[in-house]
């Protein structure tokens, strides 16, 4: 039974998470033994869940298993009572407590690879289960052998190795362990994949669990393909303005890519949201069926830091930030801010003028119109002149002491002020 040490080397500080099943027990035991010379330092680390009735006596097996053979252990015991309380599954909560304290004792420990034992059937599992839940289409098919994971690597050295070679390495060499009751409750999905659904697929002449590896090879090869496609439009497409907060791309480029590639430019566009789950495909979906709608502007997503929205022919990620701007009243001439705006009043603009209020827009704010006899409300100027959302939050609105509104940003002028008023924008996209 060959371990795959290609990821470290015999300087290395290894570190090996352990659950006294039969997998990581001979994993350990051949790290002892066969492997001891390709690495400097090993360090194990145990999860007690605290829900099965032999974990604590799994938990003084491995400490009395450590200290018998000198290797330095770790215990950390997890409370899931909450997870249980409200009825929810507990694997994958507890998966990401395990490994967020297996990232805080790498970190501690400055350690090199973390090592878990999944092996080819685990591997077989996943394809399967990753297949028959939909989530093939935005990750790899299966697992890989190493990743780069914050501060260390986190390796599968036994992926290319069955579990009945594992089972026949424990029986030759008598390897104590620990069986998981749990594993043959069928309740769970995996257990329900690993005891009945593979074996009764290997049970037809006709069919082979071996073939998910064929496809997990073509599979992760398109993937790549797919995301170079969507590498190249983020390279060429996205525009990134530092200025405003913003990232956006246009809708009408998007809407030309494959459907898979607009799912990995989405992935890829919302990394910076940095949100605890990624967000469902589902939800993606939704999103593409606004960008494609005839929708001028729509709110699709928003955290506490940003907002994605489409606007117009763009779709955009910015910065989520509520500006209050305070109506300004004005008594005189001179230069004066408003939000990203200057409004620069000459000094030969009519008194009667005074005081000039400078606002954003109102429900049923009209102007009258330059070149016609009539008014136009400000909100069909925004329409009209496709301004967005956040853009007529903003927009200074310029008001006469005999309320007549005689600017509208840099939008609308009334004739005779255009010598005596001028308005720029100093944010101007």
């Not at 371990?3 to 352990?18: F, G, K, Y």
């Not at 939050?393 to 002491?401: G, H, I, L, R, S």
Request: net charge negative; charged share 25%; proline share 2%.
């Amino acid at each position: 039974m060959e371990v795959n040490t290609q990821a470290w080397h015999s300087n290395s500080h290894i570190v090996l998470a352990i659950s006294t099943g039969v997998d990581s027990m001979v994993l350990l035991h051949q790290l002892l033994t066969n492997y001891h010379h390709t690495y400097s330092k090993l360090t194990c680390l145990h999860v007690n869940h605290g829900i099965r009735t032999a974990a604590e006596a799994e938990m003084q097996f491995i400490q009395q298993y450590c200290e018998q053979h000198e290797i330095e252990l770790f215990v950390h015991n997890l409370d899931l009572s909450h997870v249980i309380a409200v009825g929810n599954s507990i694997e994958n909560e507890a998966r990401t407590l395990r490994y967020s304290w297996f990232d805080k004792m790498m970190e501690e420990l400055e350690a090199d690879v973390l090592l878990t034992a999944h092996h080819l059937d685990d591997q077989i599992e996943t394809i399967f289960y990753r297949i028959m839940t939909g989530r093939s289409t935005r990750s790899k098919l299966g697992m890989d052998y190493c990743i780069h994971r914050k501060t260390y690597e986190l390796v599968k050295p036994l992926l290319s190795v069955t579990k009945a070679e594992i089972r026949a390495y424990q029986s030759e060499r008598q390897v104590p362990y620990f069986e998981d009751e749990t594993n043959t409750d069928n309740k769970y999905v995996r257990n329900d994949i690993r005891n009945r659904l593979l074996p009764a697929i290997n049970d037809n002449m006709q069919l082979s669990t071996q073939q998910l590896l064929k496809l997990k090879t073509w599979h992760d090869e398109q993937l790549d393909v797919i995301h170079q496609e969507a590498d190249h439009f983020i390279l060429n497409k996205v525009i990134n303005e530092s200025d405003n907060n913003e990232i956006y791309f246009s809708r009408s480029d998007f809407l030309k890519l494959r459907h898979t590639v607009k799912i990995v430019v989405l992935d890829k566009f919302v990394e910076k949201l940095a949100l605890e789950q990624p967000i469902s495909e589902k939800m993606y979906e939704s999103w593409l069926t606004q960008i494609a709608s005839n929708h001028a502007q729509c709110t699709l997503y928003t955290t506490d830091k940003w907002i994605i929205h489409i606007a117009y022919d763009k779709f955009i990620l910015m910065a989520n930030y509520e500006q209050v701007l305070s109506q300004i009243k004005v008594n005189q001439p001179g230069t004066y801010t408003f939000g990203r705006y200057n409004i620069q009043l000459k000094d030969d603009l009519p008194p009667d003028n005074y005081p000039l209020t400078i606002r954003i827009r109102q429900v049923g704010d009209k102007y009258e119109l330059n070149s016609s006899v009539g008014h136009k409300k400000v909100s069909r100027l925004f329409i009209d002149e496709k301004i967005r959302q956040r853009q007529r939050d903003e927009m200074p609105v310029v008001v006469t002491a005999d309320d007549e509104i005689i600017a509208v940003g840099t939008l609308f002028l009334k004739q005779k002020y255009n010598e005596l008023i001028s308005i720029s924008n100093m944010g101007e996209e």
